[in-house]
C-alpha cells in the first residue's frame, strides 16, 4: 500500500515480486503510465505509417527521425508566426515538398481565396 501525498489517497499495487519496496511499484507504476500516455501521442502526432526495420536499432532511429521533423515544423511554425496547425502545416509541406517555392510563400498561397472554384461556371447536379 501506498499513500499519494499529492492526491491525498491511498494506492494499492498488486505484485509477485515481494522484494521491493511500495515505494519503488509505485514509482515504477508512474513511469509506466507515462510511457503508455507517449504512444498514442506517437500515433496521433507523428506521421509513422510502418516500420521499415524491425530492429531496435531501426525502430529508435524512425522514431527519432520523426520526432526531429515535428520539432522542426513547430519551430518552424513559431517563427514565421503561422496561425495554423502543426497537422496542416505538414500536409501543405508533403505536398510541395518538390516545387520550388519560398516556405512562407507556400503557406501564403494555401489560404489564397483565388484559388478557389468560381461557382458561377460549375455545373450543378440538382438544378435541371
Aim: proline share 2%; with cysteine.
Amino acid at each position: 500500500m501506498y499513500f499519494d501525498a499529492e492526491k491525498e489517497s491511498r494506492l494499492t499495487f498488486l505484485t509477485n515480486n515481494f522484494s521491493l519496496l511500495p515505494l519503488l511499484i509505485a514509482q515504477l507504476d508512474r513511469v509506466r503510465r507515462q510511457v503508455e500516455l507517449f504512444f498514442p501521442w506517437i500515433k496521433q502526432h507523428l506521421r509513422i505509417k510502418a516500420f521499415y526495420g524491425t530492429s531496435e536499432n531501426a525502430v529508435k532511429s524512425q522514431v527519432w527521425a520523426a520526432l526531429a521533423a515535428y520539432v522542426l515544423v513547430a519551430i518552424a511554425k513559431r517563427q514565421l508566426g503561422l496561425d495554423m496547425s502543426l497537422y496542416q502545416i505538414l500536409e501543405i509541406l508533403s505536398v510541395t515538398i518538390f516545387e520550388k517555392t519560398s516556405i512562407l510563400g507556400g503557406f501564403c498561397n494555401f489560404n489564397d481565396p483565388s484559388t478557389d472554384v468560381d461557382t458561377d461556371i460549375q455545373l450543378s447536379l440538382f438544378d435541371l
